[in-house]
């Protein structure tokens, strides 16, 4: 009998069907104008683009312009590249459009896909970008799909590491950019660290299309990208905390050696923070637990494990001056290798070592924040089903399932479960032999590079011919992955191997023309194409006859979607083939999921040694094992975006402002909002409201105005003046700092003054975001303990970073403010100081941005270089600036500061 869901699908069809329904009459209306595009010239093509443009911008939307455009681009690309678009291509293209992730199966063409969603939305003149997981693929694509863009009168660009910055710009200034996750990610970086909006690489981020959407979105999206550089030289602090430590008794602090954790105790804290008030290192009045002390109590909870969970000669040496770590597994020095977060520093003080200074954050972004700030996301991907819930819920991207082409025809065995990894491994080499010697091609799918090579001696030893496919090299990948589907070939590769290149049965015929042409580079290229598609033609039929692809995994991943990937490569585009998973009691995956139970049943059934047990309950139990593991990965990640989310509402503020301030003209209104707040919360903290006149502070607040807006007005006799308030002193105060703001004006002139608000605005915003970002480290480092006093660490979080973040908002005001009203005109001693340490943060950036992946700049011959001013000699102050800004050196990199 059939349940109620299983009968309601039967009567009403799955959403996923309502889905694929939904868009028939849409694609019957494309089919319907092929006839009328296929009449058409190349130039009328062009003219076709240029025409829905100008629709679009009269008001049509790009779903009423979607079957023409989906028409023009089908008829390009049959002639750029002699491909017609199937059906079900077309589908996936209105999918990606709508916003959604497309899951099309291996070989059913998601690259051309693509160019339909890419087209359509190019259309509104605010670029695509098109996400790839490496740089082979982005390079592979744009010039392939370029030449259908080309066809339809729309630019193609390619943005790769090691671009120069004016040839990235173009490539970003195309309709459609190609690149990879971490190119677009860093960029977006960049930008945030530039001050000048002309060399931004990202002008808008409008339509994104992530290919291999899975690996990108959830397998990558763990590990954000970090842009780092030097932190300020803190070596006195970590001496200061170090001689702390050896105060504490056993009673301060309890040590979990098997978490290898050390923590303070309640008795430890309180006199930790008596200490730290005795030494200076905490301020009076401060407590341990007020957000502002989260850096001295990250630096003293690092000095503590340095001191009680790293021990000298076993996790580390000593060696000239310098602490070496010591590898737990190996027992081998690991020089060049360093503990992060500050802790390196700490065992550094420990053992009067030279303390080398930490990398601090410049900037930072993880994957789901990067790809959020699109207005609108789509995806591809042969296996995205499994984690439907997770796209939903972190990127509001729907899964639907793309139908194939032809059906599939690929024949997928139960999984079969040794007793030890010896007899699978052994029935593995038996059942590769037996399909090599009758032909039949087969893909040994295996889950580190390790077992590959382990793999790899067995059939040696076998005497079985075959390739191991290394992942690191991405064109190597390739050319291994064409030849996987050729008769008799063997092919070893990692569970993820040849994510965007088919294998083809029979070998790749793209791939062999390429290489017969580059030996012979004299040989007709018509005549070598013509020779090889009948040998292919001959050879695939001999692979189809042997049974087609034969996929053999070593053993279940993690994921149901990595075994669904692997399992995908063979039967594409209706070929037959077949898929078998080989497992042992001793997998990971079988050892911490109830391989005691099956292990009684095994012996309960009597299997000999070399045998298996095969039934489908074993996949089922399998699965559930997976997505409870699937489900626990995805709490993780959720978990770690909740704490990102925190940072990232801020670093959308601080970079929507930097982005607001480079393009103003003129910041002065901004920088004197600033400074009449400063004068308010100035006179508020030494003159409180509702006081009397012999309580306020008035040297305090004389002293402040000198200090912070340079100027010197008699607040004390102001004060003493009969009906003054506080309110009569604020506006006496604005009124004396904007004359003498406006005297610098009119010495420095208007366009000098209005340059150096600017650089100041920016420059201190910079400054106080990398210390933010640092302290939020520390926080976030520390934050965990609350939950001992039964405090939500995120809660805590969340209210505490607000603080900082409001104490970063007050630190900015005061800073230019301070920063604008001493600011002169430098002498020329000053000026030939001023450059030089500007020289010096240009080679730290650019040092950064090399970490990052940014191409050095190159030194010129005659030793001049654009970017280093201390390359420039001497240049005359009304010249053009030598850093080919277009302006003259006095209103340029000479101006005052």
């Not at 609350?786 to 800073?815: C, H, I, M, V, W």
């Not at 730290?844 to 390359?871: K, M, R």
Request: proline share 3%; hydrophobic share 35%.
């Amino acid at each position: 009998m059939l349940g109620i869901g299983t009968l309601a699908k039967k009567v009403f069809g799955t959403p996923n069907d309502r889905k694929i329904k939904a868009t028939r009459s849409v694609i019957e209306k494309i089919n319907a104008l092929e006839p009328e595009y296929e009449k058409l010239s190349d130039d009328d093509l062009q003219a076709k683009t240029e025409e829905f443009r100008k629709r679009h911008e009269g008001g049509e939307s790009l779903d009423d312009l979607l079957p023409e455009a989906f028409a023009n681009c089908r008829e390009a690309a049959k002639r750029a590249l002699g491909l017609r678009a199937f059906d079900t291509q077309l589908m996936g293209g209105i999918f990606l459009h709508q916003g959604n992730i497309a899951e099309q199966k291996t070989g059913e063409g998601k690259t051309l896909t693509a160019t339909f969603a890419a087209y359509l939305n190019a259309l509104t003149g605010r670029g695509v970008h098109i996400v790839t997981v490496n740089d082979y693929l982005a390079k592979r694509d744009s010039e392939w799909m370029g030449k259908v863009y080309n066809m339809l009168g729309m630019t193609t660009g390619h943005a790769f590491s090691g671009m120069g910055p004016p040839n990235k710009i173009k490539a970003y200034e195309c309709d459609i950019t190609y690149s990879t996750n971490n190119e677009f990610g860093f960029d977006y970086l960049r930008d945030n660290m530039k001050s000048d909006l002309n060399e931004l690489f990202q002008k808008d981020h409008y339509f994104a299309i992530v290919d291999e959407v899975d690996s990108i979105l959830i397998d990558e999206a763990r590990t954000p990208l970090i842009i780092s550089g030097p932190s300020q030289d803190r070596s006195e602090l970590y001496v200061s905390v170090d001689a702390l430590i050896p105060s504490l008794s056993e009673d301060h602090f309890e040590i979990e050696e098997k978490n290898r954790q050390v923590t303070f105790t309640d008795e430890g804290n309180e006199f930790l923070e008596e200490q730290l008030h005795a030494r200076g290192l905490l301020p009076e009045g401060q407590s341990l637990y007020d957000p502002e002390s989260t850096t001295i109590v990250h630096h003293v909870n690092q000095g503590l494990r340095a001191h009680k969970l790293f021990q000298k000669d076993k996790d580390y040496i000593v060696r000239g001056g310098e602490v070496v770590l010591i590898d737990e597994f190996t027992g081998r020095m690991m020089p060049g290798r360093r503990l992060s977060e500050g802790l390196h520093q700490a065992i550094e003080a420990k053992e009067g070592a030279q303390i080398q200074p930490e990398n601090v954050t410049l900037a930072s972004v993880t994957f789901q924040n990067f790809f959020r700030l699109y207005e609108k996301l789509a995806g591809m991907t042969g296996t995205a089903a499994t984690e439907a819930e997770e796209f939903q819920e972190i990127y509001g991207l729907g899964v639907v399932e793309v139908p194939t082409h032809k059906p599939i025809a690929r024949l997928d065995e139960d999984d079969q479960v040794y007793r030890t990894g010896r007899e699978k491994y052994q029935a593995m080499i038996d059942e590769i032999k037996k399909a090599n010697e009758k032909g039949q091609p087969v893909l040994v799918g295996t889950t580190s590079i390790e077992k590959s090579e382990m793999l790899s001696g067995l059939l040696t030893e076998a005497g079985v011919e075959h390739n191991v496919l290394n992942a690191r090299q991405h064109e190597k990948e390739a050319q291994i992955v064409a030849d996987a589907g050729k008769f008799g070939a063997v092919t070893i590769a990692t569970n993820m191997a040849g994510r965007g290149t088919d294998i083809q049965l029979g070998g790749n015929v793209e791939m062999k023309v390429l290489e017969a042409i580059t030996a012979d580079p004299e040989a007709d290229p018509e005549e070598v194409r013509a020779r090889i598609e009948a040998e292919h033609g001959a050879e695939k039929e001999k692979v189809l006859e042997a049974g087609g692809l034969y996929v053999i995994a070593s053993e279940r991943h993690e994921s149901r979607r990595i075994d669904n990937q692997l399992r995908g490569r063979s039967g594409r585009q209706g070929d037959p083939g077949r898929s078998a998973f080989y497992l042992s009691l001793e997998d990971d995956l079988m050892r911490i999921f109830g391989s005691d139970r099956l292990e009684k049943v095994l012996k309960t059934l009597g299997l000999q040694e070399g045998e298996a047990i095969v039934h489908p309950w074993v996949n089922k139990s399998l699965e559930r094992a997976q997505a409870k593991v699937e489900g626990r990965n995805f709490d993780m990640r959720k978990n770690v975006l909740k704490f990102d989310d925190v940072m990232n509402d801020q670093r959308k503020v601080i970079f929507s402002q930097r982005r607001e301030i480079m393009a103003s003209e003129d910041v002065s209104e901004i920088t004197r909002d600033m400074r009449h707040q400063l004068i308010e919360d100035m006179v508020a903290h030494h003159l409180p409201p509702n006081t009397y006149a012999d309580q306020w502070d008035t040297e305090g607040l004389y002293a402040q105005t000198i200090e912070k807006l340079g100027i010197d007005v008699p607040v004390m006799e102001w004060a003493d003046e009969e009906g003054v308030d506080d309110e009569d002193i604020i506006e006496r105060l604005i009124k004396a700092s904007d004359e003498h703001m406006a005297k610098k004006a009119v010495n420095f002139g208007a366009e000098n003054m209005r340059l150096i608000e600017k650089q100041s605005l920016l420059q201190t915003i910079d400054n106080k975001w990398r210390e933010h970002l640092l302290t939020l480290e520390h926080l976030r480092s520390v934050v965990g303990f609350r939950g001992y006093a039964n405090r939500d660490p995120l809660n805590e979080y969340k209210s505490e970073g607000f603080q900082l973040f409001e104490g970063l908002l007050d630190g900015l005001r005061e800073t230019v403010t301070q920063q604008l009203s001493h600011v002169r005109p430098l002498t020329e001693e000053e000026q030939r100081a001023m450059m030089a340490e500007m020289a010096a943060q240009q080679a730290q950036l650019q040092h950064a941005a090399e970490e990052a992946g940014a191409e050095p700049a190159e030194p010129a011959a005659n030793g001049f270089v654009e970017d280093d001013p201390t390359t420039w000699g001497n240049p005359g102050r009304n010249e053009p600036c030598p850093c080919g800004s277009g302006k003259k050196f006095k209103h340029c990199h000479g101006r005052f500061v």
